[in-house]
């Protein structure tokens, strides 16, 4: 936020409502509770998902700013720009202004450059160090088939790209970067 304060992770994964996904990171206690979680058939930001991150994100957030009100800024998405959508923001107290299309490298900063990148990076050494550590103990080098890379900046040797990691897994790189 313009203020600082960081919002937590909204973590969208392919799935149906009420699914097998779903009830996993609901009913798993190893999710982190610093990041809130949807489901989604082809894990895209639709109308339902943009409106349970209102719930789950954004309402919290404003809880604590009902005199100040809230401010949100952004881009001309079409489901930003939905009726319920913005309704329910605009119930959290919150004003809203849309950014013309072309001008998002000049007024969302995040979404072209250092902090975005600084996040990936980081979320990249995450995985790196979860395929390094998950090959550790290993008696044989790469079999057949695998993929073995140097171990990137962070050294550490090389990287086994055989295991995959799970959502958990996954959820637990972005809640620590």
Known sequence: TMSGEKLPPFL?????AKGRIQREYKGKTEYPKTCKYAVQENAWMDKSVFLEWIELVW??????????GTYILMDEFSVHMMTDCTDRLRECGTKIDFIMG??????????????????????????DE???????????????????????SGGGGPVSR??????CDIAKFVSDA
């Open 12 to 16: 969208i994964f392919r799935g149906r």
């Open 59 to 68: 309402k919290p957030f404003c809880r604590d700013k009902v005199q100040s």
């Open 102 to 127: 072309g001008y998002n490298d000049k007024l969302q900063v995040l979404d072209v450059g250092n902090i975005t990148d600084m996040f990936k990076d980081f979320v990249k050494e995450e995985f």
């Open 130 to 152: 979860f395929q390094r550590s998950s090959s550790n103990g290993a008696s044989s080098v790469a079999g057949e088939g695998s993929t073995v890379t140097s171990g990137g």
């Open 162 to 167: 055989d295991k995959k990691p799970t959502r």
